[in-house]
Structures are given as structure tokens and as C-alpha cells.
């Protein structure tokens, strides 16, 4: 029996792929599906026997498990132009995602407050103008 030993250059492409399908819930079957491959080719990824050997399949992998090709390959984020190295096994990494995460959103909540301020103003200022051009409602007298 031959015995098939994963290649160390494929050890953290392998725990990445595994560990970004679990995270979404999804089945080698579910993956491979949308890529258009084998399940079994699915198992060699995860396993680490083999990569993706065309930019396609680097594509449709990053596309089916919601990721980057960069970070499938290198574990790299890209944020705001900049490369951030992660290793989802360390906990300060992931806590530092973490705490990344919370304040994109704090950050998105504010955005979304003042947008619908400016809305809300612009719709008052709007129907304010539109007023103007027509003449003040006739009083009728009251008897």
C-alpha cells in the first residue's frame, strides 16, 4: 500500500480551504458542485495532495468558499490597500479580526445614521423649494 504524504507547501492552503467551507456550512459536495470538479478533488485540496492547477480553479474556489485567490494561497486580507498576514489557528489574529469587525460595523452604523439624516434633510429642503413656487393656500373667512 502506498502511503501519500501531504506536501508541506500545501498544509495551510489546505487548513484555509477546510476551515472557510466548515465556517459556511458547506460540503466538499456543495464546493465542488459550484466549481464544476469532482468531490474527490475537493478531498485532495482539504487533504493538502494537491492545489488548483489553473487560475480558474483558483477563482471558482475563492468565489464558492466567499474569500480572495490571495488569501487561498498566502492567508493574506487585503484592508484598505494594505496586505494583513492572518493565521486563523492564532487567537490574537482572530481576536484582532474580531475587534476589526466590530468597529467596520460601528463604522457602518454611523455612515447609514448620517445618510439617513442627510436624506431626511434633503427630502424637508426639497419639499420646502417646491412650496415656494406656488402660491400661499386662499383663507376663507369664518362666519
Known sequence: MKIIRMRDENRDFAA???SLRKGKGLTQVD???SMGVAKSTIG????GYS???TIDLFKAYAKALGTTVGYLIDGDICH???RIPVDLTNI????ALRREIESLKAEVAR???ESLELYRENKRLSAGTAQM????PEHTART
Open 16 to 18: 484555509r480551504v477546510k
Open 31 to 33: 464546493i465542488a458542485a
Open 44 to 47: 485532495n485540496y482539504e487533504s
Open 51 to 53: 492545489l488548483p492547477q
Open 80 to 82: 484598505a490597500g494594505q
Open 92 to 95: 490574537e489574529d482572530i481576536a
Open 111 to 113: 455612515l447609514e445614521k
Open 133 to 136: 413656487g406656488k402660491p400661499p
